[in-house]
């Protein structure tokens, strides 16, 4: 029996999952999960040629920024759609041939041609309905465009905030001095 995984605007869908295919996919979640934060963990302290680690090029005013970083964020809103993708990644090494996949992302069509490029698994791309699917299709690079300024903006309201929270001790540690 074929799994029929659907994934769609960033909506993952399993269909025709069998009772105990479901609790391997639970623990394989498990699995994703560890093997991220233990990703995450090692790329920290990883040396990019620098001499320096992650951690180490990312400081300012002798503090690293790391922990600020979009990787280390808990937040399910950022990591949603990677984690969604490198499940579908990971069901397709399960048992790739016992899959069949319905998407729009063209990232994941292109990570599973080039991760299983021998191995027998559909993939069917989505066919445009709607206008927001035809802009996502057209403008793609549009729509990129405007989640790399969302991203700067949020980075602009981090460096604010931290800003602010400086200038509140360098204040608060001056009418100490007093």
Same mark, same amino acid.
């Given at each position: 029996?074929?799994?029929?995984?659907?994934?769609?605007?960033?909506? $993952?869908?399993?269909?025709? !999952?069998?009772? %105990? +295919?479901?609790?391997?996919? /639970?623990?394989?979640?498990?699995? =994703?999960?560890?093997?991220?934060?233990?990703?995450?963990?090692?790329?920290?302290?990883?040396?990019?040629?620098?001499?320096?680690?992650?951690?180490?090029?990312?400081?300012?005013?002798?503090?690293?920024?790391?922990?600020?970083?979009? $990787?280390?964020?808990?937040? !399910?809103?950022? %990591? +949603?759609?990677?984690?969604? /993708?490198?499940?579908?990644?990971? =069901?397709?090494?399960?048992?790739?041939?016992?899959?069949?996949?319905?998407?729009?992302?063209?990232?994941?069509?292109?990570?599973?041609?080039?991760?299983?490029?021998?191995?027998?698994?559909?993939?069917?791309?989505?066919?445009?309905?709607?206008?927001?699917?035809? !802009?996502?299709?057209?403008?793609?690079?549009?729509?990129?465009?405007?989640?790399?300024?969302?991203?700067?903006?949020?980075?602009?309201?981090?460096?604010?905030?931290?800003?602010?929270?400086?200038?509140?001790?360098?204040?608060?540690?001056?009418?100490?001095?007093?």
């Amino acid at each position: 029996m074929k799994i029929n995984i659907e994934y769609l605007n960033n909506v $993952l869908l399993l269909e025709d !999952v069998p009772l %105990n +295919e479901q609790r391997k996919i /639970r623990k394989l979640w498990d699995t =994703l999960r560890d093997d991220y934060a233990d990703w995450v963990a090692a790329v920290r302290l990883k040396d990019f040629g620098l001499g320096k680690s992650l951690v180490e090029l990312l400081e300012w005013k002798g503090m690293s920024t790391w922990w600020l970083s979009p $990787l280390v964020s808990k937040s !399910v809103g950022i %990591n +949603e759609r990677w984690m969604n /993708r490198l499940m579908i990644l990971y =069901l397709c090494q399960e048992d790739s041939n016992a899959i069949k996949i319905k998407t729009d992302d063209k990232i994941l069509i292109s990570a599973i041609k080039s991760n299983f490029e021998n191995q027998n698994i559909e993939i069917m791309k989505s066919k445009v309905n709607g206008l927001g699917s035809y !802009v996502k299709y057209r403008w793609g690079g549009l729509a990129n465009l405007l989640r790399y300024i969302i991203s700067i903006l949020q980075c602009f309201e981090r460096w604010l905030v931290l800003r602010s929270m400086a200038k509140n001790q360098t204040s608060q540690l001056s009418s100490l001095d007093h």
